[in-house]
C-alpha cells in the first residue's frame, strides 16, 4: 500500500478501495465503482498539492485527499467513507494518528461535503488532532 513520493507515503487507489468495499460489507451494503479515474484524481489530489506546495503539510494534504474523493462521486453510495479511509491512511502511513471520536470526526466531514466548512477548516482541524503514533 505504500508509494513514497514528495517525503510522503501514499496509499493506492486499490487498498482504498478495498478497505471501502470490506467496511461498507460489515455495513451490509455493496460497494459500487462508478468511475475510477474520478476515484483517482480524488487520491492524487493530495499528491498534486504536495507538488506544487511543499509547505503544504500531512493534515492539509489528508483534507484534500478526503475532499477530493468525497466530492468526486465515483461511488455510489460511500464517498465520504472512502475519504475518510484514505484519509485516515494517509495520516496513519506518516507517523501520526487523528485523536477525536467518530461522531466528531463524522460530522466535520459531513459539513465539509455540505459546504459548511472549508478544506482549509477541515485541514486546521486534522491538525490541532494529529499526534506522532508511537507504537
Do not use: C
Not at 484534500?64 to 453510495?77: N, S, Y
Not at 495520516?91 to 461535503?113: C, P, Q, T
Not at 459546504?115 to 508511537?134: C, E, I, K, R, W
Amino acid at each position: 500500500m505504500i508509494a513514497e513520493s514528495n517525503g510522503y507515503s501514499w496509499p493506492n487507489a486499490d487498498a482504498i478501495l478495498d478497505e471501502t468495499s470490506a467496511f461498507m460489507e460489515s455495513m451490509g451494503h455493496r460497494m459500487v465503482l462508478n468511475d475510477r479515474d474520478a476515484f483517482e484524481a480524488g487520491l492524487e489530489r493530495a499528491k498534486s498539492a504536495a507538488e506544487y506546495q511543499p509547505e503544504a503539510n500531512v493534515a492539509h494534504l489528508a483534507a484534500l485527499m478526503f475532499d477530493g474523493i468525497a466530492t468526486r462521486h465515483a461511488l455510489m453510495d460511500g464517498n465520504k467513507r472512502a475519504g475518510a479511509i484514505a484519509a485516515l491512511t494517509f495520516i496513519g502511513m506518516n507517523g501520526l494518528f487523528l485523536d477525536v471520536s467518530e461522531n466528531e470526526l463524522e460530522a466535520k466531514l459531513r459539513a465539509r461535503v455540505a459546504d459548511q466548512l472549508s478544506v482549509g477548516d477541515l485541514a486546521a482541524y486534522f491538525h490541532v488532532n494529529t499526534y506522532p503514533d508511537v507504537e
